[in-house]
């Protein structure tokens, strides 16, 4: 199986920003928590991460025409003005999962209203980075429910 993990803005500053709402583990923690989880699935999982709205689309349409069976999102700021993310979620037909580390739903007004949502068929929030698991396996399933 091959899947695709993309990581939208700051998320590679991860332990470093604001440490009280996502937590002191680092990028590479999640990285290694996902490669981990590959190799126990016997699965390919690539992991993009990208500060440019521009690249992040780049990335979902390439993952149209190479093979990839699931996407896992998290746009992070992108998830509440990016039409354009969400334009390119919808013209891609695999199943998408959004994560979010932190639970949206509690936060600032603004982060409860997610534009990509939509255009994924299914949303995780607020588990911390174990939460990436969770939206792995549910990717999963829905793969293997096609």
Do not use: W
């Not at 700051?10 to 332990?15: D, R, S, T, V």
């Not at 991460?49 to 093979?67: L, P, V, W």
């Not at 969400?86 to 739903?105: C, F, G, N, R, Y």
């Amino acid at each position: 199986m091959k899947l695709l993990v993309i990581n939208g803005p700051n998320l590679n500053f991860l332990g470093i920003r604001e440490r009280q709402i996502y937590g002191k583990r680092d990028y590479e923690y999640l990285l290694n928590m996902i490669a981990q989880k590959a190799k126990e699935m016997n699965a390919e999982i690539e992991v993009f991460q990208s500060n440019h709205e521009g690249a992040i689309i780049d990335r979902i349409q390439d993952a149209y025409f190479d093979g990839t069976q699931g996407i896992v999102i998290n746009p992070g700021a992108y998830t509440h003005y990016s039409y354009a993310i969400h334009d390119a979620l919808a013209s891609v037909t695999m199943p998408k999962i959004e994560i979010h580390i932190s639970d949206i739903t509690s936060r600032e007004e603004f982060r409860k209203i997610s534009v990509t949502a939509p255009a994924c068929d299914g949303q995780i929030f607020g588990l911390g980075l174990e939460g990436y698991l969770k939206a792995i396996d549910e990717v999963v399933r829905q793969v293997e429910a096609c």
